[in-house]
């Protein structure tokens, strides 16, 4: 299978504690997205990286979130001191910067239950 | 307000049906247009790219109008698979962000 990649599929944590999920995006995508969905809301932009660099962030992304992408491949994101409203499906995708308009792919997900 | 608008459904048709689903974006520097198609707890997955001049991919006809900043999808002759939730979604000029709409969602029946 050649496309974005998460783990783990589903992440359930106390109140409190520290969750890092990964992603793998599409291996010739040099550009790579996270973004969080609550129910009923499409999803919303977290932090964008075009190789190693992070270049775009959400106000969204609080100071208990960190995001990174050491070697331009896979990226971690980390939320720390996981509160209720934390809750939700974190997603990532990857898009191709060649050209405009480039379609972002997603991965099937992570879904983070806070207890 | 939010940036991208949709009517949240649900829409219910029959089967064979012609169903039109309609978006308004805010702001005037959007540059790219997406439907995508997103099912039950699954990841969105992309329906079809948006251009000015409308463009078909079989069932499926996507229509742009930047004056009036509204972006449509048609689909005809509907089939039970076509059940899920659609997403409008925009990209701005000079940001890589796509910005999603609540989506529509649609349910087809026998």
């Known amino acids: 299978d050649t496309g974005v990649s998460q783990n783990p599929r589903h992440k359930i944590t106390k109140r409190g504690q520290n969750v890092t999920f990964r992603c793998d995006p599409i291996?010739?995508?040099?550009?790579l997205y996270w973004y969080r969905q609550t129910l009923g809301q499409g999803p919303e932009f977290l932090t964008y990286f075009q190789n190693e660099a992070q270049l775009e962030k959400s106000r969204l992304l609080s100071d208990r979130f960190s995001a990174e992408r050491p070697k331009g491949s896979f990226s971690t994101l980390e939320i720390q001191r996981t509160e209720q409203g934390d809750s939700a499906m974190y997603l990532c995708?990857?898009?191709?910067?060649?050209?405009?308009?480039?379609?972002?792919?997603f991965g099937d997900g992570t879904r983070l239950s806070i207890l | 307000r939010k940036e991208v608008e949709q009517d949240p459904g649900p829409f219910n048709v029959p089967e064979g049906a012609t169903v039109a689903f309609n978006c308004t974006y805010s702001n005037s520097a959007s540059q790219s247009f997406f439907w995508y198609r997103q099912d039950c707890r699954k990841e969105p997955k992309l329906l079809m790219s948006?251009?000015?001049s409308g463009n078909e991919d079989g069932r499926f006809t996507a229509q742009l109008n930047r004056a009036s900043q509204y972006i449509s999808l048609l689909i005809r002759d509907s089939k039970l698979s076509d059940s899920a939730t659609y997403l409008c979604?925009?990209?701005?000029?000079?940001?890589?962000?796509?910005?999603f709409g609540t989506g529509t969602r649609l349910l087809v029946s026998p």
């Open positions: 995708a990857s898009s191709d910067s060649q050209g405009a308009g480039q379609p972002q792919h």
């Open positions: 948006v251009y000015s």
């Open positions: 979604v925009v990209r701005n000029t000079g940001f890589q962000k796509l910005v």
């Open positions: 291996s010739e995508h040099n550009r």
